[in-house]
């Protein structure tokens, strides 16, 4: 009884082990990383600074312009005041994203969108897989509109 109990106990864990191993596939991390960038997205709408920072990488570079911020903590400094108020002065969504065959960069693009739904730019992020199922942006890149201050994007339409 003891030997079967164990034998039951190993066929358990190579099971695990091997359901770990299992690999995604490529449309279920397309999927992962689409939901993450909708996600990220909606913490603007949502007014959710600490939720936006969820979802940075410690290494995240974020370029505007001929500017860039290096690092988690560069890049909440400089998005503070997008976050700011009760509205967003912005929104963005994603269109596409790929995922390199190792499944473990991805990018995405889509649509900026100011306060009443106009286009006025697009994003470009790459994400990088930092746990199972857990996706951060490591690089960001959007149109000049993120370059400008929260007045200027009230104004601007």
Not at 5 to 16: F, G, K, R
Not at 107 to 115: C, V
Not at 125 to 148: H, I, M, Y
Request: aromatic residues 10%; hydrophobic residues 40%; charged residues 25%.
């Amino acid at each position: 009884m003891r030997l079967s109990s164990l034998s039951l106990i190993v066929i358990c864990l190579v099971a695990a082990i091997a359901a770990g191993r299992a690999r995604v596939s490529h449309d279920d991390l397309r999927r992962q990383v689409m939901e993450h960038e909708r996600a990220f997205a909606a913490t603007m709408a949502a007014r959710d600074f600490e939720g936006f920072g969820r979802y940075l990488s410690r290494e995240a570079v974020f370029m505007a312009g001929a500017d860039a911020q290096r690092g988690k903590e560069a890049v909440l400094a400089a998005w503070r005041p997008y976050y700011d108020g009760s509205q967003p002065l912005f929104s963005w969504e994603p269109e596409q994203v790929e995922v390199v065959e190792s499944g473990t960069l991805a990018y995405s693009t889509g649509p900026i969108r100011d306060a009443a739904g106009h286009r006025i730019g697009s994003f470009n992020s790459v994400w990088r897989l930092e746990a199972p199922g857990r996706w951060r942006v490591v690089f960001d890149r959007g149109c000049d509109c993120r370059s400008q201050s929260p007045s200027e994007l009230i104004t601007r339409h």
